[in-house]
């Protein structure tokens, strides 16, 4: 039976810019969740991946795969490491849409934190390794590579709070009382220590591709988010984890990390405090307080569009589900913060 090919045109484009030596290809949808289609093409000496722009009309700087393609760019031969990337296409003729390609890195992507299956040792020895990443990433010369435009410097917490906040308000699904607290504690309580680097936006294990028998990371993924930013909103989201319960989505708290041989998150801070010489503890509870917020506000609005049937995920109702627990752990850090700091 012969599969239907869903971009006629872009085996021979391929050929046409010498990446591949035929314009027989196979082309497969990756999977992930991610909002920017993403296919596997298999060549006959080579495998790529593609991500391209939706279809429809796109709100404004949504889905802009350009800065994708450019910070993965800008990072090769950088300590961050990242697939190799080759062609942005603007032209929708091929694809429908524009697109980039880069190498597919064949490799491990871990979901749970607990890392289920695993020996202590190399539980210990990932976790170690994701903390390298991260410090390499906050350490970026921005100047250097080319990015120092990448984002607005300063103010990232404040535009950030504003943003959801405003998301939050638009949406026509109710706003919980712990929500309306927030939007109103947070932006009157943001420490004044600033800084701006190259961060992530969404650096979590699933979004990492680990070398297939190494604790090695071999490629960070879906730079979607990416933007010049606060590192330490950037790292306390990484840390989220530790505070979430593995029964309301993927974390690790209350389950024993000791015997995992699973850093602390005391452990794991230090650790990104020796690689970076950054100070990290001071403000910790408003930096968990905001982050817990956030996704609260991305929880909300995949419960919106559930409502509003624009979902295309088939459990947008049940992760629609976990804003307003997200919020009370986002309290909780600042009731804490507001306790044990701003007094």
Not at 46 to 59: A, D, E, I, N, S
Not at 177 to 203: C, K, Y
Request: glycine share 6%; charged share 20%; proline share 6%.
């Amino acid at each position: 039976m012969n599969t239907i090919q869903p971009f006629p045109e872009l085996g021979q484009f391929l050929v046409d810019q010498g990446l591949t030596r035929s314009a027989h290809i196979n082309v497969e949808p990756l999977s992930g969740g991610q909002s920017n289609p993403t296919f596997r093409i298999d060549c006959a000496d080579k495998q790529f991946v593609l991500r391209k722009q939706p279809q429809g009309t796109l709100l404004k700087s949504a889905h802009a795969i350009d800065r994708e393609f450019r910070v993965i760019t800008a990072l090769h031969n950088s300590d961050v490491p990242v697939p190799r990337t080759y062609e942005y296409v603007h032209d929708n003729s091929i694809t429908g849409t524009p697109f980039y390609l880069m190498d597919y890195v064949e490799g491990r992507i871990l979901m749970a934190p607990s890392l289920p299956g695993m020996l202590a040792g190399e539980r210990r020895a990932i976790y170690t390794e994701m903390n390298r990443v991260i410090a390499a990433l906050h350490s970026v010369d921005v100047s250097a590579v080319g990015l120092d435009d990448f984002g607005r410097p300063g103010n990232y917490f404040a535009r950030q709070i504003k943003r959801w906040s405003m998301q939050c308000k638009a949406a026509t699904l109710p706003v919980s009382a712990t929500m309306q607290r927030l939007m109103e504690w947070l932006p009157q309580n943001i420490p004044s220590v600033e800084e701006t680097t190259l961060v992530h936006g969404d650096f979590r294990m699933d979004n990492l591709i680990f070398h297939p028998t190494q604790p090695r990371v071999i490629a960070v993924i879906d730079w979607e988010l990416s933007t010049l930013g606060h590192p330490l909103a950037d790292f306390s989201y990484h840390c989220m984890s530790w505070h979430v319960p593995p029964s309301l989505w993927r974390g690790t708290a209350g389950l024993n990390l000791a015997y995992l041989e699973i850093h602390s998150e005391a452990e794991y801070i230090d650790l990104y405090e020796s690689a970076t010489g950054r100070e990290v503890k001071e403000h910790w509870d408003f930096y968990m307080a905001y982050n817990f917020f956030r996704m609260a506000a991305i929880f909300h609005g995949i419960a919106q569009r559930s409502l509003d049937g624009n979902s295309a995920s088939t459990d947008a109702v049940e992760t629609g589900k976990k804003a307003e627990p997200f919020a009370e752990l986002a309290w909780h850090f600042a009731h804490r913060y507001a306790t044990n700091f701003c007094q």
